[in-house]
């Protein structure tokens, strides 16, 4: 049984993305995520190498395998880029994580033979043994089908424990989130309330010497919660016409004071590590005083609020295949609604 861990290193690993848009087929596509895969596994050993054998924790950027769909319909880019739950890319990412007994973390586009026709975007952690110990589907998005869209037979297959998962290990309570969803501080708020100690966060983003909404919340995501945020961003995104670096740069460690511990500039780099010292923050969580805010919570305060509240409707991609339109146009719907009901 391995022994829980007070302290440990963790890596940001900030890596180009190569999209698979331009390829024509599955097997093309396929090709290309092998490629990426083969390349990651040479830059984790080095990265390994450099900062030490008790780097226990690597997170890798959002859908850092394949891009995000660019004019795809929903089935054109579940065939042609999303692996399956036990997909050889998941086994040879698992063979990384076996070889270097670490945790290893990313985001990449799933199917689910449950929801057939529809794919969804999951963050996963991969643990020392190569088996898959959180799966996370991202509840908030404007344009990919979340388990919000089908959200009662959702939750027959996998209970609210698998909405907000979280994956208790040797090296802390981990859970993850993705990309944009720093910014709604409801979810992390549900994994942190089911015991999230480090967030793990892929994302690909604008980066910008100045503070960002998608910064300032990483660092209210740490405070609020106290919990570590480890957030990989890309080193660009290639084969796309979007000019390579509009997403690259500034991943960063952040620990339960809310302090950057850790950052890159742009570009490739492994500069993004340092260490996540889980006694620190046990202690900090069960010491009384006005920063515990996690222990002041009143979560019945807000609970009758938010039963009472309906902004996005739930369960839009229940009934039948729809195009990518349905995306806008049901965010459209409920701006109206709520406009006319004074809320906006």
């Given at each position: 049984?391995?022994?829980?861990?007070?302290?440990?290193?963790?890596?940001?690993?900030?890596?180009?993305?190569?999209?698979?848009?331009?390829?024509?087929?599955?097997h093309?596509?396929?090709?290309?995520?092998?490629?990426?895969?083969?390349?990651?596994?040479?830059?984790?050993?080095?990265?390994?190498?450099?900062?030490g054998?008790?780097?226990?924790?690597?997170?890798?950027?959002?859908?850092?395998l394949?891009?995000f769909?660019m004019?795809?319909?929903?089935?054109?880019?579940?065939?042609?880029?999303?692996?399956e739950?036990?997909?050889?890319e998941?086994?040879?990412?698992?063979?990384?994580?076996?070889?270097?007994?670490?945790?290893?973390?990313?985001?990449a586009?799933?199917?689910?033979?449950?929801?057939?026709?529809?794919?969804?975007?999951t963050?996963?952690?991969?643990?020392?043994s190569?088996?898959?110990?959180?799966?996370?589907?991202?509840?908030?998005?404007?344009?990919?089908?979340?388990?919000?869209?089908?959200?009662?037979?959702?939750?027959?297959?996998?209970?609210?424990?698998?909405?907000?998962?979280?994956?208790?290990?040797?090296?802390?309570?981990?859970?993850?989130?993705?990309s944009?969803?720093?910014?709604y501080?409801?979810?992390?708020?549900?994994?942190?309330?089911?015991?999230?100690?480090?967030?793990?966060?892929?994302?690909?983003?604008?980066?910008?010497?100045?503070?960002?909404?998608?910064?300032?919340?990483k660092?209210?995501?740490?405070?609020?919660?106290?919990a570590?945020?480890?957030?990989?961003?890309?080193?660009?995104i290639a084969n796309?016409?979007?000019?390579i670096?509009?997403?690259?740069?500034g991943?960063?460690?952040?620990d339960?004071?809310?302090?950057?511990l850790?950052?890159?500039?742009?570009?490739?780099?492994?500069?993004?590590f340092?260490?996540?010292?889980?006694?620190?923050?046990?202690?900090?969580?069960?010491?009384?005083?006005?920063?515990?805010?996690?222990?002041?919570?009143?979560?019945?305060?807000?609970?009758?609020?938010?039963?009472?509240?309906?902004?996005?409707?739930?369960?839009?991609m229940?009934?039948?295949?729809?195009?990518?339109?349905?995306f806008?146009?049901?965010?459209?719907?409920?701006?109206?609604?709520?406009?006319?009901?004074?809320?906006?």
């Amino acid at each position: 049984m391995p022994t829980n861990l007070e302290s440990f290193r963790a890596l940001a690993l900030q890596v180009t993305c190569h999209a698979v848009n331009q390829t024509s087929n599955r097997h093309e596509a396929r090709s290309l995520m092998q490629n990426s895969i083969n390349r990651l596994a040479q830059q984790i050993a080095a990265s390994i190498a450099f900062i030490g054998f008790d780097c226990r924790l690597i997170v890798l950027p959002e859908y850092f395998l394949t891009g995000f769909p660019m004019g795809d319909t929903l089935g054109g880019w579940a065939e042609k880029a999303c692996i399956e739950m036990a997909g050889a890319e998941y086994e040879a990412l698992g063979k990384i994580a076996q070889k270097h007994k670490i945790f290893l973390a990313g985001n990449a586009y799933e199917v689910d033979p449950n929801f057939p026709g529809l794919y969804f975007q999951t963050c996963f952690i991969l643990d020392p043994s190569g088996s898959i110990v959180l799966r996370y589907r991202r509840l908030n998005s404007l344009f990919a089908p979340t388990p919000h869209d089908v959200w009662d037979k959702y939750l027959d297959c996998y209970g609210l424990e698998g909405v907000f998962p979280v994956a208790k290990t040797e090296i802390g309570n981990l859970a993850a989130l993705a990309s944009e969803e720093i910014l709604y501080p409801e979810v992390a708020r549900c994994l942190a309330m089911r015991g999230a100690e480090i967030f793990v966060h892929s994302t690909s983003e604008v980066y910008n010497k100045n503070l960002t909404p998608k910064d300032a919340a990483k660092i209210t995501r740490a405070v609020e919660n106290l919990a570590y945020v480890v957030s990989a961003n890309t080193a660009g995104i290639a084969n796309i016409a979007i000019p390579i670096a509009s997403a690259d740069g500034g991943s960063k460690i952040i620990d339960h004071r809310g302090i950057v511990l850790a950052e890159t500039g742009a570009g490739e780099s492994m500069a993004a590590f340092a260490e996540i010292d889980l006694a620190a923050l046990r202690r900090d969580r069960r010491r009384p005083g006005l920063n515990n805010l996690l222990a002041r919570q009143r979560f019945e305060l807000y609970a009758e609020s938010y039963r009472q509240s309906h902004f996005y409707p739930a369960n839009t991609m229940l009934e039948g295949e729809v195009d990518r339109k349905h995306f806008l146009q049901t965010q459209q719907a409920t701006i109206e609604r709520l406009s006319n009901l004074g809320i906006i």
